[in-house]
């Protein structure tokens, strides 16, 4: 494939860093499509950002993995922290888009 790039953002560094440098990306590069894989612990802390990407219509597309908490850090310190509220994403971006957007959004469940 010709004209694809590739970034790692390991998230043991700053949670929330995923959709802000995301958000970087496309706006550098508003003839790509840029693609972000986001855990949900990480797009609860800067879920804002997807409001800039509607607003400059961004064409990027957002994997968010919803597995209920803090899965990396339960390897190294397990406890009630780790859990996180479930948000209602979809309903999320609906009022964030406010009729302003036009955001699709894919409900995908089950092991992968
Ligand atoms: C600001 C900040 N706080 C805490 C951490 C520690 N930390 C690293 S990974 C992680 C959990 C990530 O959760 P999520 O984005 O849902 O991904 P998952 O591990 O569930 O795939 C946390 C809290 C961090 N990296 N940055
Ligand atoms: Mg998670």
């Known amino acids: 494939m010709n004209n694809v790039g590739m970034r790692i953002k390991c998230c043991m560094l700053r ?6 440098q995301h ?12 693609i972000a894989c986001v855990g949900d612990g990480s797009f609860q802390m800067a879920a804002q950002e997807v409001s800039t990407m509607i607003r400059c219509g961004h064409k990027s597309i957002i994997f968010l993995i919803n597995n209920g908490g803090y899965t990396a850090e339960v390897e190294s310190h397990d406890g009630p922290y780790n859990v996180i509220k479930n948000w209602d994403y979809a309903a999320l971006i609906d009022a964030i888009q406010n009729e302003q957007g036009k955001p699709q959004m894919l409900d995908v469940q089950g092991s992968l």
């Not at 949670?15 to 802000?20: F, K, R, S, T, V």
């Not at 958000?23 to 840029?34: E, I, S």
């Open 23 to 34: 958000l970087g990306y496309a706006q550098v590069a508003p003839d790509k499509r840029v």
């Open 15 to 20: 949670l929330g860093g995923q959709l802000e």
